[in-house]
């Protein structure tokens, strides 16, 4: 097995907190865990627990202004501009003192629900990348690859009653079903040249992921050539991280949000002769050199509808999952 990092941008800039991450990175591990449901854990060199002795340097301050965003951005959805944007926010907290990397992931493991993917990358000067994503890029064994898209939200209850009234107002959004959509529609475009013929789901349905629940649209097909690497390339960044297209989505975000996203939004996962995985890190945090320091991302799609309080009060939900982890912030 190959492991592969492909990280949101290009390159991590001078002064970043991801230092000199590269916009892609192929290597041979030294150890591997791969888990009965095939999900992969990339265990970083030397033991989990024992941080990187050195100080880091300080981290730029994260961008403000996340609601002005959606609401520019809804704008200039409504005027033509693009067809969907993927804004994130990051959020600093300090660490406990007593805090390790290995108990962390198994928090993550328990609260994060069936099907996700918890993940560990290391990253220069001796930060960390962690967390549990409930989104897949793309799998395949053979010639049959499987991918779906995962776009639309609602916070999930310990109420059956409550969760039903949630899942049908979200099943029914125009707002919800329409980012979906946006998702969907990329990855049936990038898979058509390179697969032979094949059928999508009518329509999403529910899925719970951990404290949330999430409209799914599964996708299987079979390439016409399995080149693992050239559907990577295709489908990354879908809409559900970046926008639609995603080249002006890119730009946008690029001049406006700031935010150096590094590995978030980017893609992990291993590649063998007859065989790939590869996930969307999503849910996820970067643990200082010195673990005094964690920077936790969420974002979330906007189109023409989207409301900008609506939109915050998501990345709360999604930020909750890594901060009650980590044992962090109001989670």
């Not at 970046?242 to 590995?263: F, I, K, Q, V």
């Amino acid at each position: 097995h190959v492991l592969g990092a492909l990280a949101f941008e290009d390159a991590g800039p001078v002064g970043s907190p991801w230092g000199e991450v590269p916009g892609a990175r192929l290597w041979l591990p030294s150890r591997l865990r791969i888990e009965r449901d095939g999900t992969i854990l990339d265990q970083v060199e030397g033991e989990l627990c024992s941080p990187a002795k050195h100080a880091p340097a300080p981290w730029p301050h994260t961008p403000s202004g996340f609601k002005d965003m959606v609401e520019d951005a809804a704008g200039l959805i409504r005027d033509g501009a693009f067809r969907k944007v993927v804004v994130a926010r990051a959020v600093d907290h300090h660490l406990p003192a007593d805090h390790r990397d290995d108990v962390a992931l198994a928090r993550l493991k328990a609260n994060a629900g069936h099907g996700a993917c918890v993940y560990a990358q290391d990253v220069p000067d001796g930060a960390l990348f962690l967390g549990a994503t409930p989104e897949l890029l793309l799998a395949a064994q053979g010639n049959v690859v499987q991918t779906h898209a995962l776009a639309g939200t609602c916070g999930a209850s310990d109420d059956e009653e409550v969760d039903l009234a949630r899942i049908l107002a979200l099943v029914s959004s125009t707002k919800e079903r329409k980012e979906h959509g946006l998702v969907v529609e990329h990855l049936v475009a990038c898979l058509r040249p390179r697969c032979r013929p094949f059928a999508v789901e009518a329509s999403p349905h529910p899925r719970r992921c951990g404290s949330l629940f999430h409209l799914e649209t599964r996708i299987a097909a079979e390439l016409a050539d399995p080149d693992y690497l050239d559907v990577i390339a295709a489908l990354h960044p879908t809409p559900a991280t970046c926008g639609l297209p995603a080249a002006a989505a890119a730009s946008w975000l690029a001049r406006h949000e700031r935010l150096r996203r590094g590995l978030y939004c980017g893609a992990l996962g291993w590649i063998a002769p007859h065989s790939c995985r590869a996930i969307v890190p999503l849910r996820g945090a970067l643990l200082s050199p010195d673990r005094t320091m964690a920077r936790v991302f969420a974002g979330c799609g906007v189109v023409e509808t989207s409301d900008p309080q609506q939109e915050y009060d998501e990345t709360e939900l999604k930020l909750a999952l890594v901060r009650k982890s980590l044992r962090v912030g109001h989670a």
